[in-house]
């Protein structure tokens, strides 16, 4: 069980922080809210029969859209920077809305500095001159780390509602 | 989408008449990349009669294991029967149509439609009618089987289905051309695994451009991956700068075509495969002179027609680490007019160990899928194709796309006489060789 003192407000904050950064298309910003040893996977969702033990879970183990740590993130991050990363060169604009923010028991992690939490997104997202955005939603799962008075992000499971991705690249960070 | 009515069938007709001629002048019509009729035209000619790739034999190990995969826009089931023989069935009930399997993946002894209940072992083979005492007496269940595919084979793992009866058989469709998939689908005894489940994504972008840059255009890499290039994400002999390597493109193979860069004579470079894995290469059933490329080989890249392409290569998914070697394939799927769904599927040697596995998952998916470096800026400046194909001006100016690099006055690239394989190559140095002209002949 978790011992850290955080508040449901410092979590809130937290994560409004995070979508600021990333809807200014901030990314190295982005970078310095996680920890060094971050754990971030982003699992495809395979659609399977709803089994009376769920034993099989509805994401693959495997297969990933996305499976990075903190050297990984950062490389997209450079890349991102350039100015012919032509899939965000005109970066895309996005709206990240954070919702139902949920307080859940650790699942590993330090309890001293580690709190838990799990938390309902949607990312709208306009590109070229097309007045229809596309729209990611999903849950994440995440373990916030206090280090020292700030929330860190030390690790994220992105579970997205979509099996199949509705736009030509997963460009942007979730 | 066009944006305006569909072109009278006449032009089309003509249009597509023309293309052989169009092509010998290196010229591709705009609008065969974004058009109603050329696009119904495939579906029934090219994937109505071709072998479509439906999946690896890896993705179905046990009996009952299945996945719902795609002919052209058709559904078909992918399962291993209880014999352990493979199937590839239209996902609908014979009864009425309806569709017996909702899901993308799955083990099952038996589909059961949630209609009336009909309900298929695994083979197909009709067992259960609920009102068959009542209302169906003279009903012969042998007539009522789920459709399979007209045929089924596998070459190397992977399962090919076609709906054309009449269909060469798949060894000789995939005539000479084995000779290149040998290197990238049975480099050791167990042959590739694929790890994990596909990603899948829709471009708006016609499905012939994926396949096209796959076979072969080494010039596009330096400025459409110029990011990784210029941060080192790339290195620049896969990226297409000469050197100690070249490239070269390689067509008129049976109707596929592949792209290679390798380093010169003698120089070990096989894709960045650790050397425990290069040990059992040499121990696989490849010829010398195709292991020789093999070992030489920084990037090969291909597309069976119509729709599979493969990329054999390495790359990072962290810049202050070393490239690991992977295997990418995928199917690009029409989905309409200048529209398709991609699947990939990133594959290792079975007999790697579980941690090179998941390092070469990562540094496929971190360079070829939906999210990937390289992946992301070609799916970009693919959909430009098919906007500038679907405009009214491309019909009323009649419109071509410059294929002509490479070309006799054009390149001065010579054929490559003294090579070990099938096919007419080219050398590529950062450049189109004339393949892709007559790839898109074929």
């Known amino acids: ?174 | 989408m066009t944006t305006h009515d569909e072109r009278p069938r006449e032009r089309v007709d003509d249009l597509l008449a023309h293309m052989g001629e169009d092509l010998e002048r290196g010229m591709v019509p705009a609008e065969v990349f974004n058009d109603e009729s050329v696009y119904r035209r495939e579906l029934r000619q090219i994937f109505g009669r071709c072998w479509v790739y439906i999946g690896h034999v890896s993705e179905i190990p046990n009996n009952g294991d299945y996945h719902v995969r795609r002919i052209g826009e058709d559904p078909f089931i992918f399962v291993r029967d209880e014999e352990g023989e493979i199937r590839v069935m239209l996902n609908s009930c014979r009864h009425r149509g309806s569709t017996v399997c909702r899901t993308d993946a799955g083990n099952t002894s038996h589909f059961r439609c949630p209609y009336h209940a009909w309900t298929y072992k695994n083979d197909g083979t009709l067992v259960g009618v609920p009102a068959r005492p009542s209302g169906y007496r003279q009903l012969d269940l042998e007539q009522w089987s789920m459709i399979s595919a007209a045929q089924v084979d596998t070459f190397r793992g992977l399962v090919f289905a076609t709906l054309d009866p009449d269909a060469p058989p798949l060894e000789d469709y995939l005539g000479k051309f084995r000779w290149y998939l040998d290197m990238q689908f049975a480099l050791t005894e167990g042959g590739m695994e694929v790890i994990g489940e596909p990603h899948r994504w829709y471009i708006d972008a016609d499905w012939k451009s994926g396949g096209e840059n796959f076979t072969g255009d080494s010039s596009h890499t330096q400025m459409t991956h110029r990011s990784l290039l210029e941060t080192g994400i790339a290195s620049e002999a896969g990226a297409g700068k000469t050197g100690k390597a070249f490239g070269l493109h390689i067509n008129e193979c049976d109707g596929h075509a592949i792209s290679m860069r390798v380093m010169g004579e003698g120089v070990t470079s096989c894709f960045n495969y650790p050397p425990e894995l290069q040990e059992l290469f040499a121990a696989g059933d490849l010829s010398e002179a195709q292991l020789d490329l093999v070992r030489r080989g920084i990037v090969h890249d291909g597309t069976v027609f119509p729709n599979l392409s493969f990329i054999h290569f390495s790359a990072k998914d962290d810049v202050e680490k070393d490239e690991t070697a992977f295997l990418s394939i995928r199917t690009w799927q029409p989905r309409g007019p200048g529209r398709m769904e991609v699947w990939n599927w990133t594959l290792a040697p079975r007999e790697a160990s579980p941690e090179f596995k998941e390092k070469a998952y990562r540094a496929g998916m971190a360079s070829f899928s939906p999210s990937g470096t390289f992946e992301q800026d070609d799916a970009i400046v693919w959909t430009g194709v098919a906007r500038t194909g679907g405009t009214l001006t491309a019909e009323l100016q009649d419109l071509r796309f410059n294929y002509q690099m490479g070309m006799p006055g054009m390149g001065s690239a010579e054929p490559i006489e003294d090579w070990p394989g099938p096919g007419r190559r080219t050398p590529a140095r950062a450049g189109c060789a004339p393949s892709t002209a007559s790839g898109s002949r074929t």
């Not at chain 1, 298309?25 to 971030?40: C, K, M, N, P, Q």
């Not at chain 1, 895309?92 to 923010?101: A, E, G, P, Q």
């Not at chain 1, 097309?130 to 990611?136: A, I, Q, Y």
Request: net charge negative; hydrophobic share 40%; aromatic share 10%.
């Open chain 1, 1 to 174: 069980m978790s011992t850290v003192t955080v508040t449901t407000e410092d979590i809130a904050a937290f994560y409004s922080l995070e979508a600021e950064h990333l809807d200014r298309a901030d990314v190295s910003g982005w970078l310095g809210l996680l920890t060094e040893d971050v754990d971030y996977r982003v699992p495809i969702r395979v659609v399977r029969e709803k089994a009376a033990e769920p034993a099989e879970s509805d994401f693959s183990h495997r297969g990933h859209f996305m499976w990075e740590n903190y050297g990984t993130l950062r490389t997209r991050v450079l890349r991102l920077e350039s100015e012919f990363a032509w899939a965000e060169q005109p970066p895309t604009r996005t709206r990240r809305l954070v919702t139902n923010i949920r307080r859940r028991d650790l699942l590993g992690g330090d309890s001293e500095h580690d709190v838990r939490v799990l938390s309902n997104f949607a990312i709208y997202c306009y590109r070229g001159d097309s007045p229809e955005p596309f729209v990611l939603t999903g849950e994440r799962d995440d373990l916030l780390r206090l280090v020292g008075d700030d929330l860190r992000l030390a690790r994220r499971v992105v579970y997205l509602d979509t099996n199949v991705l509705g736009t030509h690249a997963l460009s942007i960070f979730l």
